[in-house]
């Protein structure tokens, strides 16, 4: 059983950063792609940012593109967001959620079957 532990959330003020990272143990497989999501109160859940374990390039959505990093260290098992120029909107929980991929990464939630319990990112002056 895949398990995501999520860390790194907390209060910053617009501009700021902050830098998320999931610990995933329990692979049964070299071929994961693991995202980042976030869920705004009353808004749907909503896809960040993703990569592959081992294959292909990072995605981005657009509100988040040329702020956000995601990154990976194979050998901790561990998938980093880095969070720059933070604003009151990207506020929300966020989590990181990995599936079984040979290749690349997709940005709906939908097509990830493990999630971890998400953190909490508040963006206020």
């Known amino acids: 059983q895949l398990q995501l532990v999520e860390s790194g959330g907390g209060l910053v003020q617009p501009g700021g950063s902050l830098r998320l990272s999931c610990a995933a143990s329990?692979?049964?497989?070299?071929?994961?792609?693991i995202g980042w999501f976030r869920q705004a109160p009353g808004k749907e859940r909503e896809g960040v940012s993703c990569?592959?374990?081992?294959?292909?390039?990072?995605n981005y959505a657009d509100s988040v593109q040329g702020r956000f990093t995601i990154s990976r260290d194979n050998a901790k098992n561990a998938v980093y967001l880095q969070m720059n120029s933070l604003k009151p909107e990207d506020t929300g929980v966020y989590y990181c959620?990995?599936?079984?991929?040979?290749?690349?990464?997709?940005?709906?939630?939908?097509?990830?079957?493990?999630w971890g319990q998400g953190t909490q990112v508040t963006v206020s002056a």
């Open positions: 959620a990995a599936v079984r991929l040979f290749w690349g990464c997709v940005l709906s939630p939908r097509n990830y079957d493990s």
């Open positions: 990569i592959n374990h081992n294959r292909g390039s990072p």
């Open positions: 329990g692979f049964t497989s070299d071929y994961y792609a």
